[in-house]
């Protein structure tokens, strides 16, 4: 079992920054996934960054590209979203996520998932 627990949402005005993190606990495997997703409201939970545990790949929604970026420290078994450049559309609630495939996070369906984090942008 992993557990996973995000912080560092908050109220800010457009064009700010905020940085999210994801601490992670329990039997976790370098090969693991971990990722942000978000869900406004009434719209679905959407991908928005993920990263490969070993190597630090990351991959990006094309909306967040160049003003999100996604990080990890093995050594805190903790992963982070910095978010930059932040707009009222991105209002919503940040889940962190976690799996062994990259292909099962992306499509929305991985095996651990936070509690979520509430992110709000002011015009």
């Known amino acids: 079992q992993v557990q996973l627990v995000e912080s560092g949402g908050g109220l800010v005005q457009a064009g700010g920054s905020l940085r999210l993190s994801c601490a992670a606990s329990g039997r976790i495997f370098s090969s693991y996934v971990m990722g942000w997703f978000r869900q406004a409201p009434g719209k679905e939970r959407e991908f928005v960054a993920a990263?490969?545990?070993?190597?630090?790949?990351?991959y990006y929604a094309d909306s967040v590209k160049g003003r999100f970026t996604i990080s990890r420290d093995n050594a805190k078994n903790t992963v982070y979203l910095q978010m930059n450049s932040l707009k009222p559309e991105n209002t919503a609630v940040y889940y962190c996520?976690?799996?062994?495939?990259?292909?099962?996070?992306?499509?929305?369906?991985?095996?651990?998932w936070g509690q979520g984090t509430q992110v709000n942008v002011s015009s």
């Open positions: 996520a976690g799996d062994s495939s990259i292909l099962t996070l992306r499509v929305g369906r991985p095996n651990y």
């Open positions: 990263i490969t545990w070993s190597a630090g790949r990351t």
